[in-house]
């Protein structure tokens, strides 16, 4: 493939040398080279810099612009995007009053969406699988983590990652799989807990190890779902197959599960909108990845995480849509990185590195994605003019993004 020479942009942000998980006050510094260039070799980031120190070249450029702003694709590190059908009915309950824990009680929730995926063809969940990736392609995503977790059963949580690995092999994204079976406990299970565990341990996870299905396994630590001693329980369990933790925790309730996801050395702890001054501080020292998910909270009306106190603590914030069809029916990344500036109160900058670069330490893809860098992924967002950079969160609901390149082809 030919080079790719982008000559004149405006602004080319995150630019990054080396990569890392930003943390603290450190988030707030988000290099760009202004009016610049970019080369492209193949799929992947060959060269850049100012236009002063742009090489003699005499064809093959395309001059962008004036106001055009390239930035890494979105790493969604938290989603749930493979489904068997949509939960409105559920929006109107809460419309009325329902929360979700009282939802869930009714058998609404993850297990209607589990009913709903084990009546549903390991084809057809393909089909709308790839569906919501092209969807979420053309808003500028280009790594995403898929979880299991709608299945709750031997046949539908494996059928549910055997979907993710065939999405793998077809899409162009990078995309991580999670082992989610400890999502709810199943009717059948709803007072043998121990029986569910073994099921997960005994029965899932070795046909989990010898398919190569998943990347991390992941619970829902909740008061009402599985407690952070049962968390650790399956977490250890998967880490016998060299699943690494990525967690649902502090959600609804403060109940251990960032104790007992730092004990276990998790990749990221994710939700955390209900967290005490002591957890901050803990996920301040914390070493991996605090992620956030600000569209669940808008949709459920909940209070948001403490962005700026755990900023202030040192932790490294990531953002990630929980793309689920409960609570976050979106897994539009510009409304995350908006909604956390306009609710969280995070700087554009700060915003932008947690939606790039730390979502793709979340999924440890961090020296394919994530930033501008020579030898990454040429993995990329082509904005429409810009007055700014800030103008993107500030534009919520309006579409900034002009073109979206990823592995070095235009798909958008």
């Not at 942000?13 to 707030?28: D, F």
């Not at 962008?64 to 559920?90: F, K, N, Q």
């Not at 869930?104 to 089909?127: M, P, V």
């Not at 699943?243 to 955390?272: E, F, M, R, W």
Request: charged share 20%.
């Amino acid at each position: 493939m030919a080079s790719q020479i982008f000559t004149d942009i405006s602004l080319l942000a995150n630019t990054r040398p080396a990569s890392h998980l930003i943390r603290g006050k450190e988030m707030a510094q988000l290099p760009v080279i202004e009016n610049a260039y970019l080369i492209i070799e193949g799929d992947r980031i060959a060269e850049y810099g100012p236009m002063s120190e742009l090489r003699y070249f005499s064809a093959g450029f395309e001059r962008l612009p004036i106001g055009t702003v390239i930035l890494p694709a979105w790493c969604d590190s938290h989603t749930h995007m493979v489904y068997a059908g949509s939960r409105e009915g559920e929006f109107v309950s809460k419309i009325k009053g329902l929360s979700y824990a009282e939802i869930a009680a009714q058998g609404g929730g993850i297990l209607h969406s589990a009913r709903l995926l084990n009546d549903t063809s390991e084809d057809e969940l393909f089909r709308l699988a790839w569906a919501r990736l092209e969807e979420v392609t053309k808003t500028g995503t280009g790594a995403v983590e898929i979880k299991s977790g709608y299945g709750l059963s031997v046949e539908g949580e494996l059928k549910m990652l055997r979907v993710i690995k065939k999405l793998k092999s077809r899409s162009s994204l990078l995309i991580k799989a999670t082992f989610l079976g400890a999502h709810a406990f199943p009717a059948a299970y709803r007072d043998d807990h121990q029986a569910y565990l073994a099921l997960i341990v005994d029965k899932i996870l070795p046909v989990i190890a010898a398919e190569k299905l998943a990347d991390y396994i992941d619970v829902f630590c909740e008061q009402g779902f599985f407690s952070s001693q049962e968390m650790d329980v399956v977490c250890r369990a998967g880490q016998q197959y060299g699943l690494k933790p990525k967690l649902h925790v502090n959600q609804l309730s403060s109940c251990g599960g960032i104790q007992q996801g730092i004990a276990l050395n998790a990749v990221s702890l994710d939700h955390l909108e209900t967290v005490t001054g002591e957890e901050v501080r803990l996920l301040g020292r914390y070493g991996g990845s605090t992620t956030l998910l600000p569209t669940a909270a808008f949709f459920l009306r909940m209070g948001y995480p403490p962005a700026r106190q755990l900023i202030e603590a040192g932790a490294a914030i990531t953002l990630a849509s929980d793309y689920n069809p409960g609570s976050s029916p979106s897994g539009n990344m510009n409304f995350v990185v908006a909604l956390s500036c306009i609710q969280m109160k995070l700087l554009p900058a700060e915003a932008i590195n947690a939606a790039t670069i730390n979502g793709a330490c979340a999924m440890e893809i961090e020296k394919e994605a994530g930033s501008i860098t020579v030898g990454k992924k040429a993995n990329l967002l082509f904005s429409q003019p810009l007055p700014s950079l800030d103008y993107i969160p500030y534009s919520f609901g309006n579409n900034f993004i002009h073109r979206v390149m990823i592995n070095g082809d235009f798909v958008w």
